[in-house]
T-cell receptor, first 117, second 114 residues
Framework: AQKITQTQPGMFVQEKEAVTLDCTYDTSDPSYGLFWYKQPSSGEMIFLIYQGSYDQQNATEGRYSLNFQKARKSANLVISASQLGDSAMYFCAMREGQGNYGQNFVFGPGTRLSVLP | SAVISQKPSRDICQRGTSLTIQCQVDSQVTMMFWYRQQPGQSLTLIATANQGSEATYESGFVIDKFPISRPNLTFSTLTVSNMSPEDSSIYLC???????????FGDGTRLSIL
């Protein structure tokens, strides 16, 4: 079964508008972390934002915020005031459990965001 | 966060040849990871590179095809052996932070096999 689901293969947003990228996850572990990465066409993976399962508040980092709904197991990324440079693939990822191991770090299929001028 | 240098950044190779990708970290790390990203796909973990021991491979990946070295706590290599067009992918190395920290990635190696 998919551990991370991103239901939007592609999204379009007008420059300066806000956009929400969906992410739902599946885990029975009470301790987990959720991450969002941006991958421009050049290929590097850029870390954007982190949300821990025990965090009481939604994470924010500049124009990025995470709408964390634990009961629904969703962790949607909100990008405010979109810029042309935000056009990229966006991956939601989850790390389960207490360990630091890559085996417990899974990525979703990604959403391609295109920002229109 | 760790600074990770990966090279080459891209290469075009002939079928049947091998290519070694290098990953250098600016600090000592216990674990390094190698991922493959096929065109239009998400990231798939190939193996975990442990210093001083054999790498741990994920299902579907074997040492003969993807030998890994980890001679010290700041360096690792991944070799893609006997390449075929199906190996055309982006290969990324990463390091793990503490439990609440993200994995940090090198810039990736974009590999095309003719």
């Amino acid at each position: 079964a998919q551990k991370i689901t991103q239901t939007q293969p592609g999204m379009f947003v007008q420059e300066k508008e806000a956009v929400t990228l969906d992410c739902t996850y599946d885990t029975s572990d009470p301790s987990y972390g959720l991450f969002w990465y941006k991958q421009p066409s050049s290929g590097e993976m850029i870390f954007l934002i982190y949300q821990g399962s025990y965090d009481q508040q939604n994470a924010t980092e500049g124009r990025y915020s995470l709408n964390f709904q634990k009961a629904r197991k969703s962790a949607n990324l909100v990008i405010s005031a979109s810029q042309l440079g935000d056009s990229a693939m966006y991956f939601c990822a989850m790390r389960e459990g207490q360990g630091n191991y890559g085996q417990n770090f899974v990525f979703g299929p990604g959403t391609r965001l295109s920002v229109l001028p | 966060s760790a600074v990770i240098s990966q090279k080459p950044s891209r290469d075009i190779c002939q079928r049947g040849t091998s290519l070694t990708i290098q990953c250098q970290v600016d600090s000592q790390v216990t674990m390094m990871f190698w991922y493959r990203q096929q065109p239009g796909q998400s990231l798939t973990l190939i193996a975990t590179a442990n210093q001083g021991s054999e790498a741990t491979y994920e299902s579907g990946f074997v040492i003969d095809k993807f030998p890994i070295s980890r001679p010290n706590l700041t360096f690792s290599t991944l070799t893609v052996s006997n390449m075929s067009p199906e190996d055309s992918s982006i290969y990324l190395c990463s390091v793990a932070g503490s439990r609440n920290q993200p994995q940090h990635f090198g810039d990736g190696t974009r590999l095309s096999i003719l």
